[in-house]
């Protein structure tokens, strides 16, 4: 069974910080792993995705993957109030069904 | 990224009713998929929606409960049947699109209330 470990938080950051999410897994063949915002009452949006060590940046987003580690984080330069969402880790099934399993989500507040 | 419609947004129904909620996205794609999101909670998956065949299902979730098509590849429907309260719930369609590896991007959901 494969399993995404979260930190469910809440994490509470000031405005301006650097917010840091982290995820670890179970499964060592895993390639594809996402990072999802959902905000309250709203569907997951897709962030991030990342499939090779290392950093990848997209804005003030940054992924960062090791797999040796089984571990990929995302950080949040320069918090906003706006990114106060629940922030999903995700990875894909390589078993041949495609389909992507979730962690519970970590709550990040951004508090002004 | 592809635009996907739910419908309906929300509904609220009585217990021992059936209801029918369509996806439908702008592209066409090659994987379609069904999850429940309980309050409070993570994304569940459902089942898996195959073009032209049965779909897949994951543990704890049965066909006869939550019967589901997929006729083309931007089109789908999942019906919950026979509600009970413990049925309420946001249910979401995602979609892979051809070029996704893996990326699947969410409708805007379906929030049910069973009474």
């Known amino acids: 069974q494969k399993e995404v470990e979260q930190n469910s938080g809440p994490l509470s950051v000031p405005e301006g910080a650097i917010a840091s999410l982290n995820c670890t897994y179970s499964d060592r063949v895993s390639q594809s792993f996402f990072w999802y915002r959902q905000y309250s009452g709203k569907s997951p949006e897709l962030i991030m995705s990342?499939?090779?060590?290392g950093d990848k940046e997209d804005g003030r987003f940054t992924a960062q993957l090791n797999k040796a580690s089984q571990y990929v984080s995302l950080l949040i330069r320069d918090s906003q109030p706006s990114d106060s969402a629940t922030y999903l880790c995700a990875l894909q099934d390589q078993g041949g069904s495609e389909k992507l399993v979730f962690g519970k989500g970590t709550k990040l507040t951004v508090n002004p | 990224s592809a635009v996907i419609s739910q419908k309906p947004s929300r509904d609220i129904c009585q217990r021992g009713t059936s209801l029918t909620i369509q996806c439908q996205v702008d592209?066409?794609?090659?994987?379609m998929f069904w999850y429940r999101q309980q309050p409070g909670q993570s994304l569940t998956l459902i089942a898996t929606a195959n073009q032209g065949s049965e779909a897949t299902y994951e543990s704890g979730f049965v066909i006869d409960k939550f019967p589901i098509s997929r006729p083309n590849l931007t089109f789908s429907t999942l019906t919950v049947s026979n509600m009970s309260p413990e049925d309420s719930s946001i249910y979401l369609c995602s979609v892979e699109p051809w070029e996704g590896r893996g990326t699947q991007y969410f409708g805007p959901g379906t929030r049910l209330l069973v009474l």
């Open positions: 990342i499939y090779s060590n």
């Open positions: 592209s066409q794609v090659t994987m």
